[in-house]
């Protein structure tokens, strides 16, 4: 697996995408007749791109910098992330932009959806925080790591702490791994189990702990306090990597594809990523094969655990 990723300095608010929150519901769109699959001359088209929170400072730059391309981008603000996802299956969008592989995996299972992913846009890595230790190394053996009890949360933690080396998993490491994969004989530390909202305050009670990129600052923390992370060359965070996502029968459109280079490789959008994520977000160019390639793992894996 290739990935290509690079990390800007300017600075801001966090952002995790398929893992955060806002905004009011934008009414039904319907998508160009241009914009069809496969289509090839992007003049003068619209798309429709949903999104959650058009606020955030890289969409402005980002409709911008399509319209010099001859494309016309009109961003469907929606209210929760449960929505965007079945308005592009039904036509209403033609693109959207809020979620990473995992989330969108348990869309596609539970609705029978054959969205895809045509393209990245960055990560944002979950830190391991500790008010008694500077370094992962100096946590002593048999000390305890606090990770957040929900399941999708706990599995990226699990997996962030597996790449720390503190546990090993015995399922390897997936996006549904449990405290129940954990393998005490071989890891060094004990894992408990808190609620998310819950660890910044617990904490001065534990070694370290795993706290969600919302509950970071709010904790009097600065993300750069993180004495671990999950890599974002590591192919166990593929599934984490933020993307935009279309109907299958649009994967080639064209039009579609100069929106995701646009995003990708504008400097005043990546800028404005940055800004919009607190300087947290990892930029990302992700081959699709590598991409859609993961949605099919976790799709099965989901699968699999139910």
Not at 76 to 104: K, R, W
Not at 117 to 127: E, K, Q
Not at 212 to 226: H, K, M, P, Q, R
Not at 253 to 270: A, C, P, R, S
Request: aromatic share 6%; proline share 5%; with cysteine.
């Amino acid at each position: 697996m290739s990935i290509t990723a690079s990390r800007r300095t300017t600075s801001v608010i966090a952002a995790l995408a398929a893992v955060p929150l806002f905004v009011a519901l934008a009414g039904c769109a319907t998508a160009s007749s241009d914009a069809g699959a496969g289509g090839g001359d992007s003049e003068n088209e619209t798309v429709k791109v949903g999104v959650v929170s058009k606020g955030d400072a890289q969409w402005a730059p980002f409709v911008e910098a399509a319209a010099e391309e001859g494309i016309t981008v009109e961003l469907v603000d929606f209210g929760s992330y449960e929505q965007p996802n079945p308005a592009l299956t039904e036509g209403e969008i033609d693109l959207n932009q809020f979620q990473h592989i995992v989330y969108l995996a348990e869309y596609n299972n539970a609705s029978g959806s054959d969205l895809t992913p045509i393209g990245s846009t960055a990560i944002y890595p979950l830190g391991l925080y500790s008010q008694k230790y500077d370094d992962v190394e100096d946590i002593p053996k048999g000390e305890t790591v606090a990770v957040p009890d929900d399941a999708s949360n706990q599995a990226r933690a699990l997996n962030v702490l597996q790449q720390a080396g503190l546990v090993e998993l015995k399922d390897g490491g997936t996006p549904y791994s449990d405290l129940a994969q954990v393998d005490t004989e071989k890891s060094k530390v004990k894992i408990t189990a808190l609620e998310a909202a819950l660890i910044p305050t617990s904490l001065p009670d534990v070694a370290a702990a795993i706290i969600n990129n919302d509950f970071v600052e709010d904790a009097g923390l600065s993300f750069d306090d993180a004495i671990a992370q999950d890599d974002p060359e590591d192919a166990s965070a593929l599934p984490y990597v933020n993307i935009f996502a279309a109907r299958a029968e649009d994967a080639d459109n064209e039009t579609y594809l100069k929106l995701v280079e646009i995003f990708q490789t504008n400097e005043d959008v990546q800028a404005g990523l940055q800004e919009s994520s607190g300087d947290v977000a990892v930029p990302l160019q992700v081959p699709v094969a590598d991409l859609v390639e993961s949605l099919a793992k976790v799709q099965k894996d989901a699968a699999d655990k139910k």
